[in-house]
């Protein structure tokens, strides 16, 4: 069983802002595996299928993103999912709009979000995809927080499906090369 994890924060208020790029990935790989999203008793909205012959969960934590890993260890648990067979996306600052970066472990950078999850798993051995968003040094929570305009959105839209490709490739078990060949700024 593989558990896809996108951050991100519940609510209309939230549903377009850069914090939920991670929602925005998970949203669209639901779309394209043809998954529901249905709510848990995990605290997280979760589409159950199978992709490729194996069990895939795709999940949305609704605890809001600081408190992230409250869902997803719940969800861990419940399931008995292996720590290598997690993968969280999630929206980085110091990554230019556009850049994908695939990460076996390390710490949060700093991500809220992704510490939560790190405390309640007891690792920072969790496969994760930092999706670029962008930083505004003046006022970094208005521009986490904010909505990408219409030229970052034409960017999104070329990297959301280059991130289920990443995805896919991850689920094959090469990491190196998913690595290698999503590890850039995905702009033409």
Not at 76 to 90: A, D, R, T
Not at 114 to 127: F, K, V
Not at 175 to 181: D, F, I, R, W
Request: net charge neutral; charged share 25%; hydrophobic share 40%.
């Amino acid at each position: 069983m593989k558990l896809i994890v996108g951050l991100g924060n519940p609510g209309k208020k939230y549903e377009a802002t850069r914090h939920n790029i991670g929602f925005i990935a998970v949203d669209f790989l639901a779309d394209v595996w043809k998954l529901d999203f249905i709510k848990t008793k995990e605290k997280g909205l979760v589409a159950e299928g199978f992709h490729n012959g194996e069990k895939i969960l795709l999940v949305k934590p609704q605890t809001y993103m600081n408190l992230s890993g409250i869902c997803v260890g719940g969800i861990v648990k419940f399931y008995k999912v292996p720590i290598e067979n997690v993968i969280v996306i999630y929206d980085d600052l110091d990554l230019d709009v556009g850049t994908i970066r695939i990460r076996p472990s390390g710490s949060s950078g700093g991500h809220r979000g992704m510490q939560s999850i790190i405390d309640h798993l007891n690792t920072n051995q969790i496969i994760r995809i930092k999706l670029g968003i962008g930083r505004n040094d003046n006022a970094t929570i208005d521009h986490v927080l904010g909505v990408f305009d219409h030229e970052e959105w034409e960017i999104i839209k070329k990297v959301i499906p280059k991130t289920v490709e990443a995805v896919e490739k991850l689920l094959l078990g090469d990491t190196e090369k998913a690595m290698n060949l999503y590890n850039k700024k995905h702009v033409e």
